[in-house]
């Protein structure tokens, strides 16, 4: 009775029964991009990192682009499930914002290169990445929409909701760019807590009376 010798698996293919190895890779990019600037990653690094073959890495993201895409998809899905449920939340506006804008920046005290990876994935010319800025867009504009819209006694003036989608991004990437001189002139660490909260709640209070109407 002749045997049959059983098929080698390819190094980049994943085992039946392997568990989630692609969510593994994600969080394992994630938590490279914490501490690396996007353009220093290497699949190699982020295989290692998550332990398994830099074949695996490509076989479910193709290249760094692919992985990139889905880390920034895995990050936004993130952030915009708080907004939703800050936005559809009961309360009113004010606080809403403070906690929309506290959300922002709590995500890129833990991931300060968000920005930079969102503006590498937009710009590519992949569909996926360009699909992702389509979808982030279209969900955000849709809560900003819903937390703008006016209640009994807590009335906004009319405002295009980019423009404050706009307003919060600027608002939030001051704790990358000034950070030196936020310490400086706070002598505290511009990522403490104390600071995140009293930061956000000053800027909600400054766009919330913007906001009244005249």
Not at 57 to 71: C, H, I, P, S, T
Not at 101 to 124: A, C, D, Q, W
Request: include cysteine; charged fraction near 25%.
């Amino acid at each position: 009775m002749t045997k049959t010798r059983p098929q080698k698996r390819s190094a980049g293919r994943p085992e039946a029964g392997s568990g989630d190895k692609q969510a593994e890779i994600i969080e394992a990019t994630l938590s490279i991009l914490r501490t690396t600037h996007p353009d220093a990653v290497t699949v190699i690094e982020v295989a290692r990192h998550a332990g398994v073959d830099p074949a695996m890495v490509r076989y479910y993201f193709k290249n760094k682009e692919g992985l990139f895409v889905a880390a920034a998809k895995t990050l936004m899905g993130r952030l915009l499930a708080r907004a939703t449920e800050i936005v559809q939340g009961e309360g009113e506006i004010g606080p809403k914002i403070q906690e929309r804008l506290k959300g922002m920046l709590t995500i890129l005290v833990e991931n300060p290169f968000l920005h930079t990876l969102l503006n590498r994935v937009y710009s590519s010319e992949s569909a996926e990445g360009r699909q992702l800025m389509a979808d982030v867009n279209g969900r955000s504009m849709v809560l900003m929409g819903d937390l703008l819209r006016a209640r009994p006694g807590d009335p906004v003036r009319a405002i295009d909701p980019r423009i404050l989608q706009c307003a919060l991004i600027g608002l939030s990437e001051v704790l990358l760019n000034a950070r030196p001189l936020i310490e400086y002139m706070f002598g505290v660490e511009a990522d403490s807590q104390d600071f995140v909260d009293r930061y956000a709640a000053a800027m909600a209070d400054l766009l919330l009376r913007g906001l009244a109407p005249g």
